[in-house]
């Protein structure tokens, strides 16, 4: 059974840092692209972030560009978001997600880790 | 950027109904497109993907379909637990970048 489990979550001050992990279990994680997509209290979903296979190919959303960096280390299974410069608006859940063995998107996703930006 | 405007924004719909949400794009993207269904507190849930193929598991009471720059999502016949949030996505692989729509709250009339 896939299993995504997020963690590195909570209350940060405006400007600090955070690491999110993401810990994969039940597949081969080296196969899949991987993604973070995060939600706001009461609004919609927004895709983040997002890692080929190999670390090859990294896209990052318009509004997180030059502040977060998504990595992997496929040795322990694992998937991170380094969130610097956080701002109020950087609050939300953050998810983490796994394309399907086509390269369709999102087919498993984790419980989420809430990110509060706050002083 | 691609943009994804999805409509509406909310429904009122009674159990028995047929639903449609739409999902239009700012220019062609294929069929690079996926539908998904979130509950409060939950996780999204794939529904579609590909623009029209359904995701195992998921009852045939959902359809998609679509192309280029105009997509649906279909329920047949509403039932008690399709009462949720729907959302489009459009996606690339290289580099791997989404847009979500902006959501449409199916609701009980």
């Known amino acids: 059974e896939v299993q995504l489990v997020e963690s590195g979550g909570g209350l940060v001050q405006p400007g600090r840092s955070l690491r999110l992990s993401c810990a994969a279990s039940g597949f081969t994680f080296d196969d899949y692209a991987m993604h973070w997509v995060r939600q706001a209290p009461g609004k919609g979903l927004e895709w983040v972030s997002g890692i080929s296979w190999n670390s090859g190919s990294i896209g990052y959303a318009d509004s997180v560009k030059g502040r977060f960096t998504i990595s992997r280390d496929n040795a322990k299974n694992s998937l991170y978001l380094q969130m610097n410069s956080l701002r109020a608006e950087d609050t939300a859940l953050y998810y983490c997600?796994?394309?399907?063995?086509?390269?369709?998107?999102?087919?498993?996703w984790g419980q989420g880790t809430l990110v509060t930006v706050s002083s | 950027d691609i943009q994804m405007t999805q409509s509406p924004s909310s429904l009122s719909a009674s159990v028995g109904d047929r639903v449609t949400i739409t999902c239009r794009a700012s220019?062609?993207?294929?069929?690079?497109l996926g539908w998904y269904q979130q509950k409060p507190g939950k996780a999204p849930k794939r529904l579609i993907y590909a623009a029209s193929s359904l995701q195992s598991g998921v009852p045939s009471r959902f359809s998609g379909s679509g192309s280029g720059t105009e997509f649906t999502l279909t329920i047949s016949s509403l039932q008690p637990e399709d009462f949720a949030t729907y959302y489009c996505l459009q996606h690339n692989s290289y580099p791997p970048r989404g847009t979500f729509g902006q959501g449409t709250k199916v609701e009980i009339k």
């Open positions: 220019q062609g993207i294929r069929n690079d």
């Open positions: 997600a796994k394309d399907d063995s086509s390269g369709q998107p999102f087919q498993h």
